[in-house]
């Protein structure tokens, strides 16, 4: 037998430690995460996506009565971004989360789902997106999804 060690490396920052377009991006995201439709679990969770182009775009968390049918913000605004925006690398993603009056002591950081399709995206535009993850406390930042998602599973393993 033997093993293997996945390490990975997650930086945290004081906001004020954060460059002008990291608190920016941060910023778009607390502002759109208090429009998520998140009345079952009234945790809204807000996104926000960095093109190449500087250009940002936002999306939150999309919630329906057949829970299965709802959509995490990090998908809403990532495939917005790809769909609106195809020719443009994706360079970060800042996540925020309100909940219970106030926005998170800790960070957010994304669900498996949402790993998965941000890796998809950091393939098919050989680009790694640094992962923003604010906290009231805290930034964590991940410089590629891979940090996020050791021993993953992409476009590679299918040739
Ligand atoms: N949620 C997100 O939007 N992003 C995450 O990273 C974690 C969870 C949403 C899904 C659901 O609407 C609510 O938060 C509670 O799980």
Known sequence: MKEINLTTKISVYPIGECSEIEKKLINEAKRVA?????????????A?????????VTGNNQENAAYPSG??????AIFYATA???????EAVAIAAFHNGEFTQDVIPPCGACRQVLL???N????????????QKD???ANSVRDLLPLSFGEEMLK
């Open 34 to 46: 208090l429009a998520a439709y998140a009345p079952y679990s009234g945790f809204k969770v807000g």
């Open 120 to 122: 998809e995206v950091e």
């Open 84 to 90: 609106n925006f195809p020719a443009q690398k994706v």
């Open 139 to 141: 930034v964590y930042v």
């Open 71 to 76: 959509l995490c913000a990090e998908r809403t």
């Open 48 to 56: 926000a996506v960095l093109l190449e182009s500087g250009q940002i």
């Open 124 to 135: 098919r535009f050989k680009n790694s997106i640094k992962i923003l993850m604010y906290s």
